[in-house]
């Protein structure tokens, strides 16, 4: 594991979970005037803790010179282990203050998302019985968090000091709604969370913690990055990686094919998002009675995020019926 750039450190931190389909997470440790920052953190996990501390001794570090940590989104692969760094360290947390009130409702008191993900399920058109099933997949997850609220919330052009580097806040939305972006204009650099990887397609969802049209404004701020001039993106997952601009292209022309392949699921009759998710291609071509429960929730709710998207620009209409909504053609 390197240091990637004098002062930035690319730590490969392990998943333990069974289904995943990700080999790691990344997490970057940035040198400062007084002591570092920690980009994201790692589930919480005792390989995920030995790994950052075993690599803390390697550069003649403890948990008590990390001063900051910045959270990308509070997904438990990116922020699992804030609570417990910040106990052994005092550092601060910071995250965009959006993120900060899905703290709450994810890994504190549950039962209010847990029923608004099974009315979203169930309007998609899922069975009954597949519901409960999709809708407690990610369950066992809070195991592996340790919440803890920011100290700081940050907003879209905020700054992040360390006295080396200087990290612009860019919001966004899309993964998650309070996503994050830090990119340090002299360097060239990008840390990219989930927002883009390398080779992943990272999935965007309209779920309850979703805001409006969460795959328009994904592209929206996908667009946005463009604008930026990017020598290396660090990202949250996978490898680093210089070419971001081809990285976005293949990014947006990912999610116009899955607009053309829902479309042609709905090109003779009326059909519910659940219905449309397994016509859809998802991931490796797998079988969709052989994707997990947790990967069938995603993927019904990511065609929702695309149906949304279709439906603000008039491509698709919602047809509500007994409680389930359809969606055809224009
Ligand atoms: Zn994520
Ligand atoms: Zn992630």
Redesign the pocket.
């Known amino acids: 594991m390197p240091e990637i750039l004098p002062g930035i450190h690319w730590i490969k931190m392990p998943i333990s979970l069974k289904d995943s389909t990700l080999s790691h997470v990344n997490i970057y440790l940035i040198a400062g005037d007084n002591g570092w920052l920690l980009v994201d953190t790692g589930w919480n996990t005792d390989r995920s803790f030995s790994t950052l501390h075993n690599y803390l001794v390697k550069i003649g570090a403890g948990f008590g010179d990390i001063k900051q940590i910045v959270v990308t989104?509070v997904?438990p692969?990116?922020y699992g282990m804030a609570g417990r760094i910040k106990g052994l360290s005092g550092a601060t947390i910071a995250m965009h203050h959006i993120e900060k009130g899905f703290i709450g409702p994810r890994y504190i008191d549950m039962n209010e998302l847990l029923m608004q993900t099974d009315r979203m399920l169930i309007d998609s058109g899922v069975p009954r019985d597949i519901a409960d099933e999709l809708r407690d997949a990610s369950l066992d997850v809070e195991r592996y968090i340790v919440p803890a609220l920011p100290d700081i919330t940050l907003r879209d052009g905020q700054e992040i000091e360390t006295g080396r580097f200087t990290f612009q806040v860019i919001w966004t939305p899309g993964?998650?709604s309070g996503h994050i972006c830090l990119y340090e204009k002299e360097q060239k650099l990008l840390l990219s969370g989930?927002h883009i990887l390398p080779r992943i397609t990272p999935n965007i969802s309209l779920n309850p913690q979703s805001i409006e049209n969460p795959l328009g404004r994904y592209i929206r701020s996908l667009e946005e990055l463009r604008r930026l001039e990017v020598r290396l993106t660090l990202p949250?997952h996978d490898r680093p990686f210089t070419r971001l601009i081809p990285r976005i292209d293949e990014l947006i022309a990912h999610h116009a094919f899955r607009n053309t392949e829902i479309l042609e699921a709905i090109s003779y009759r009326a059909r519910t998002p659940y219905e449309i998710a397994q016509k859809v291609t998802w991931g490796d071509n797998s079988d969709w009675k052989d994707l997990p429960p947790f990967h069938q929730r995603m993927a019904v709710f990511e065609t929702l995020a695309h149906l949304e998207m279709m439906a603000a620009e008039s491509r698709v209409d919602k047809l509500p019926r007994n409680g389930i909504s359809y969606y055809g053609q224009k």
């Open positions: 989104h997904h692969d990116h993964h998650s989930d949250g």
